[in-house]
Each structure stands twice: as C-alpha cells, then as structure tokens.
C-alpha cells in the first residue's frame, strides 16, 4: 500500500512540475498569464523569465542518443510592469535559450563519438554551450537596458530572429541521434 501510496506521489508531483514548463514553440509566443511566480522584492526588474535547456543522453560502445529540452518555467517566472515591451523584452529571453538548444544540438550532431571520453566530453560540450547562454543572457539585458533602450531592442529582436532562422535545421532536437563510433 505505501508503494502505491508513493508511487502516486511521485507521479503527482512530476505531472504538477511538468504542467509548470512551456516548452518552446515558434507558433506559441509568452503571456502575461504564463508568468505565475511572485516577482522578487529584492530585485529591481520588471520582470523575470526563467527558462530551462535540459539534456538526456545515453550511450554504450557503439553510439549515444540524446533528448534535450528547452522550457519556460511559469512558476519561476513573475511579472510586476507589464507593458508590451516588457514582453517582448522576456520573449526575446526564451527565444535566446532556444537558440543555445539549438546550438547544442548541433553541436552534438558533429561530436565525433568515443565510448572512453563520452561522458567527459558530452557534459562538456553542455556547460560550454550553457555558460556561453549565461553570458548572451546578460549581454542582452545590459545592451537593451532590460528593454528601455528601444532601439538596441529592435537590433536585438532582429538579432535572435535571424540566428533562430540560421539554426533552422537543428531545430528537431527532441529526440537526437548522436555519432556512432568512427563516424
């Protein structure tokens, strides 16, 4: 009974987690509505989006496969000026986390496989791609002046526009197939 009991329980808790993640989707652009979080008293933003690019990946001798994920988590992210360029500003935020999703699949697409250093190497090729995302990130929100700056925010806009269009192809990342061994 204490099986089912917990079972139950975790089952609940990853539905409840998963219903709080908006994956990515060039058809599905953000809401106010999706932002549920408080908004931080400490910090002096109007708001905040928390995006999340998450890797799965396993292999053996011969090869490895991959999954990754990028999601807008509602619960982490909060609101407190709501303007369109407000928006627009944290639309562009989960739009760079998509291109590093992107960039991580192609990455991960040329990895020439080796079963000794797979591990090693595929964590590194992850927090390579994540510290490089960190640093757009910020880049960002100091050249827009978390938006204020209207028009580094139309440079910008246009900017993740066209690096989305350029890495179009690695686009389908759900479910990567890596190199096998010699490829």
């Known amino acids: ?11 609940f808790v990853t539905v409840t987690q998963t219903n ?3 994956p990515w989707s060039a058809s599905q652009k953000l809401t106010w509505s999706d932002f549920k979080g408080n ?15 998450n890797i799965e990946f396993g292999y053996d001798d011969k090869g490895f496969k991959y999954t990754i994920k990028c999601s807008f988590d509602k619960n982490r992210s909060w609101v407190r000026v709501k303007s369109n360029e407000v928006l627009a500003h944290e639309q562009g935020h989960f739009d760079i986390a998509e291109i590093y999703a992107r960039k991580l699949n192609k990455l991960l697409k040329a990895y020439r496989f080796n079963a000794k250093t797979a591990s090693e190497d595929l964590n590194q090729l992850y927090n390579n791609t994540m510290k490089e995302h960190r640093q757009t990130q910020t880049q960002y929100d100091d050249e827009t002046d978390y938006s204020r700056n209207r028009p580094k925010q139309q440079e910008w806009l246009k900017k993740i526009a066209d690096d989305l269009k350029g890495l179009e192809a690695f686009c389908n990342y759900q479910q990567g197939m890596g190199s096998e061994k010699g490829n």
């Open 39 to 53: 908004p931080d008293p400490h910090s002096p933003n109007a708001a905040l989006t928390s995006s999340n690019i």
């Open 1 to 11: 009974m204490s099986k089912a009991v917990f079972s139950l329980l975790l089952l």
């Open 20 to 22: 709080n993640l908006i």
